[in-house]
């Protein structure tokens, strides 16, 4: 899931789209529709805002900037093709009903780290709605079955 941030200016026109990763606040998309300068691009050449952390400093320093910040929520659909478990969908979704937004980026974000230590362990993979609702998302897995 990723945060999307959608940036303005009196100077072009047009926008930048810029989205990180929600997780990390690593860059994983940038799309150009704006009319930018030589003097812009050249500028975003050199100093890309690769970190979420690193655009919002600079468009707090700006007085000509417009930021509008839009987080994605996951949906039940994208955890369910995530987890690639395809057992009892309608406990699963009750279940994810329940879970507040950022829950719901934790869930799909320790998807990857639960699979590897499942790999690593040769535990079975639990039913997607036991995932959910007994909060497996939250465990350490990077640091569980050494």
Sequence with gaps: MN?????????????LEFCYDYTSGVLVRFECRAQLSDVQI???GTNMPMRYQDLTAFCAK????????VV??????QFWD??????????AIKAWDKLGIADMHRAMAAIVSYDNYLKRTGIAKIYPCRYISDRKFE????????
């Design 72 to 77: 994605e929520i996951p949906t039940f659909e």
């Design 139 to 146: 465990n350490d897995y990077k640091k569980l079955g050494r």
């Design 3 to 15: 945060t999307k941030i959608i940036v303005t200016a009196k100077s072009f026109e047009g926008e």
């Design 42 to 44: 050249d500028w975003f």
């Design 82 to 91: 995530a987890y690639s478990y395809k057992v009892d969908k309608q406990l």
């Design 62 to 69: 700006s007085k000509n900037l417009h930021v509008n910040e």
